[in-house]
Nanobody, 123 residues
């Protein structure tokens, strides 16, 4: 069992930067690839980015490439999502998730999920 707790969300203006974090507990963090998903009001949950177990491979949603950066620190059991040049359309609840599979954009391959952190970008 893995528990995931996100933090760092907030309200920012368009063009600003924000970093959200996800701390894992309960199992060997490096056993899992990690992903960030988001869900905006009235929309389905959407894949944002994923990272392999030791950080060597990443996979980004096209609309966030060049603006978002995922990283992980296995010694701290933490995965980070740095978000730059935020846009109002990035407004959503951001969830981190853990997968036993390789880097993936498919929610069904993630077995553990956090509760989410709200990111709101004003125009």
């Amino acid at each position: 069992q893995v528990q995931l707790v996100e933090s760092g969300g907030g309200l920012v203006q368009a063009g600003a930067s924000l970093t959200v974090s996800c701390v894992a507990s309960g199992h060997t963090f490096s056993s899992y690839s990690m992903g960030w998903f988001r869900q905006a009001p009235g929309k389905e949950r959407e894949f944002v980015v994923s990272i392999s177990r030791f950080g060597g491979t990443t996979y980004y949603l096209d609309s966030v490439k060049g603006r978002f950066t995922i990283s992980r620190d296995n010694a701290k059991n933490t995965v980070y999502l740095q978000m730059d040049d935020l846009k109002p359309e990035d407004t959503a609840v951001y969830y981190c998730a853990a997968s036993s599979a390789a880097v993936s954009n498919r929610p069904m391959e993630y077995v553990y999920w956090g509760q989410g952190t709200q990111v709101t970008v004003s125009s």
